[in-house]
Structures are given as C-alpha cells and as structure tokens.
T-cell receptor, first 111, second 111 residues
Framework: SQQGEEDPQALSIQEGENATMNCSYKTSINNLQWYRQNSGRGLVHLILIRSNEREKHSGRLRVTLDTSKKSSSLLITASRAADTASYFCATDDGGGFKTIFGAGTRLFVKA | NAGVTQTPKFQVLKTGQSMTLQCAQDMNHNSMYWYRQDPGMGLRLIYYSASEGTTDKGEVPNGYNVSRLNKREFSLRLESAAPSQTSVYFC??????????FGPGTRLTVT
C-alpha cells in the first residue's frame, strides 16, 4: 500500500505560471521528500523536509508540511518547459530505511 | 563519478526464464534499494539492503531474490519470470536512508 498520495494526478499549465502539487500520507513520519522523474529516466531528489519543519525553499521550489493534516505541498514558481516531468512525494515508514513513494503528479508546462 | 549504474537497460524474457539485474554504485553509500515502477504508478519497494551483509523484504518481494555482493553491488534475481513482472526496475542508493540516488532503470518485458 502506498503511504503518499499526490493530487492532482495531472496538471497542465503555461510557462511562467506557478504549479502546486499536494501530497497526503497516512502515518507518522520523520521526513518527507519530493522527487522529479523525467520521462524514461530515474528519479532525482529535489528537497527533503523534516517533521519539525513547516516550510522549506530551494531555488524556485517551496515545500510546506502540515503534520496535523498529514499533508505536504510542492510549489514550483515561474515554471519552465523543462519542469515538465512527474513529481513524487516520498515518506519514511517511521523506522528508518524504507522510503514509500506516492503515485505522482504529471506536470506538463506548455511553452 | 558514474553514480548508480544498472545493466541491462532493456530485456525481454519468456515466461519461466530467469535473469539477474545488476546494480552498482560508486558513491560509497551504505544502503541500496530495488524498486519496480508500473505504468502510472509510483515506485514499489522490492528489497533493500541497509548495509553490506544485510537484506530485507520490501512491499512486493514475491518472485524475487537479492544479493548484496559487496558495498558497491546489489543484484536482483528473477528465478522464474512471469508476465506480472513486466515493469521498469530501478536501483537506488543512499548514505543515510534519505536522498536516494537512482539508476537509469531496466525495462523488462516478460512474454
């Protein structure tokens, strides 16, 4: 069973717009991560937010975490065509070594 | 630095055949993972190795075996392939159980 579930499943926006993706999870976590996957490639780590953090920034990425609602959001500002990819949230299982991935949000940025 | 490498990139098997997927990392990471990704889904953990000499089952281990040959290499074996094992297989490694580094994947078709 999957811990994280992303919403929406797919998102299509124009270049320059902001893209927001949401992730919900079921059990307590130590951290939450976001990954990007370009078509036909492996996943690339974007950002990690710990359970005691509420917001984190990295370049054009902004991640929030609400542990009371068991949810996180990833905001990509001023999107570019190169941001077209699938984005996955991933959580630990509370124990350490396992990372559990959601089904992902497919983002399409139109030039 | 090659990062995480996987061989082969593509493979077609007949039902009942066996094969081994190879994975190697040159980042001196302790932990290594095998995932499968089916169309429109996130990654599901097959097996992982928290450190050299240890392996543990993930979410979907049935039909697979693994070997952590040394710190660098972690192989995945299908003893008797089934059509349900048609998937893309990803190997990943990490130093700390977070921020996993992924290989390019092996696309396996079982007919």
């Amino acid at each position: 069973s999957q811990q994280g579930e992303e919403d929406p499943q797919a998102l299509s926006i124009q270049e320059g717009e902001n893209a927001t993706m949401n992730c919900s999870y079921k059990t307590s976590i130590n951290n939450l991560q976001w990954y990007r996957q370009n078509s036909g490639r492996g996943l690339v780590h974007l950002i990690l937010i710990r359970s005691n953090e509420r917001e984190k920034h990295s370049g054009r990425l902004r991640v929030t975490l609400d542990t009371s609602k068991k949810s996180s959001s990833l905001l990509i500002t001023a999107s570019r065509a190169a941001d077209t990819a699938s984005y996955f949230c991933a959580t630990d299982d509370g124990g350490g070594f396992k990372t559990i991935f959601g089904a992902g949000t497919r983002l399409f940025v139109k030039a | 630095n090659a990062g995480v490498t996987q061989t082969p990139k593509f493979q077609v098997l007949k039902t009942g055949q066996s094969m081994t997927l190879q994975c190697a990392q040159d980042m001196n990471h302790n932990s290594m993972y095998w995932y499968r990704q089916d169309p429109g889904m996130g990654l599901r953990l097959i097996y992982y190795s928290a450190s050299e000499g240890t392996t543990d089952k993930g979410e979907v281990p049935n039909g697979y075996n693994v070997s952590r040959l040394n710190k660098r290499e972690f192989s995945l074996r299908l003893e008797s392939a089934a059509p349900s094992q048609t998937s893309v297989y990803f190997c990943a490694s990490t130093r700390s159980a977070y921020e996993q580094y992924f290989g390019p994947g092996t696309r396996l078709t079982v007919t």
